[in-house]
């Protein structure tokens, strides 16, 4: 069911992206340090994409992103950096959950290492 929920919060967020204008590039992506959820490029900027997923609002998803995972993904995004020095890279973070009614609610930060 949890990795169901995230595959679900995964392909929300993948579908918000493209709607924005980014090129998906891939998805579940393992590094030596952490797994990218998605990399997508946002004009000349690469993009490493954390996805939270929850099942309802019961606390802010993006509460899930604690110093460690920073760490890990920081990690991940300074290797991606070394494998396209040519590109600007970021990390941005995706969160959602569903109301009640199951409606999804999105919110995508940019940039969340600035």
Known sequence: MRS???AQGETQAAELLRSK??????TN???RFSEADIICR????????????????????????GAAKLRRLRRALNLLAAQYPENN?????V?????PDHT????????VLE
């Open 21 to 26: 204008g980014y090129h998906i590039i891939a």
């Open 29 to 31: 992506v393992r590094a």
């Open 95 to 99: 969160t959602l959950y569903w109301e």
């Open 42 to 65: 946002d004009g000349d900027c690469l993009v490493l994409v954390e996805v939270k997923t929850r099942s309802t609002r019961f606390a802010d998803p993006l509460q899930a992103v």
């Open 89 to 93: 890279v970021r990390l941005d973070v």
């Open 4 to 6: 169901e929920l995230g």
């Open 104 to 111: 999804p609610v999105i919110n995508h930060y940019l940039n």
